[in-house]
């Protein structure tokens, strides 16, 4: 439930509008199982994009099918394009980064900005950079550290994502995407 809101809503904030489905699946592996059942079965003229992340680097104009085969083995369904499958480099956090003043209005007193990662190219910051950068960042404020069950899909839906995605060329290019079948 609270994937979904955190996706519909940023989605939204994107011009996006609502004429869509967020179907949110626990873990990458299951997400990848719903798709291909997806693809295999499309309903109408629905578009089925599957958004997961990187959890490593992006060789520079790699497709994702191409990172998504060599990282998790995952092959590309034969209905798929490039267009249905997307990534969060190197992960969903890597957003957060590229509009710190929500990490900062959701934690409030005590958010210690000056923690997290400051490389501007988010998407060449590592995970493990990411996630240790939220947990100093955190410690200090009333909220605790941070917590993805608890705070991602809060924080998510309330990045601007017009930062995001000219932080991440990644987010650009999903929201493009999904600008142009949503306007179909």
Known sequence: ????????????????????????????????RRFQIGMANPSGNEFIVLVVD???PVIKDNAPWEH????DNWDKPTAASDDNAHLMVQC????????KSVLASHFGHGFAASALPANPNIEVVPKSD???GLKGATRATSKGKYNK????????????????AKASPHAARL????????SE
């Open 130 to 132: 990411i996630d240790d």
């Open 92 to 99: 969903m956090e890597a957003w957060f980064l590229a509009d």
């Open 54 to 56: 990187s959890e490593a």
């Open 1 to 32: 439930m609270r994937c979904r809101r955190g996706f519909r809503r940023f989605f939204e904030s994107a011009g996006l509008g609502s004429s869509f489905a967020v179907v949110a699946e626990g873990s990458r592996e299951s997400a990848y």
């Open 175 to 182: 929201l493009s995407t999904l600008e142009a079948h949503v």
């Open 68 to 71: 998504l085969r060599k990282q």
């Open 149 to 164: 069950g608890r705070d991602s899909f809060a924080i998510l839906g309330e990045l601007n994502p017009q930062l995001v």
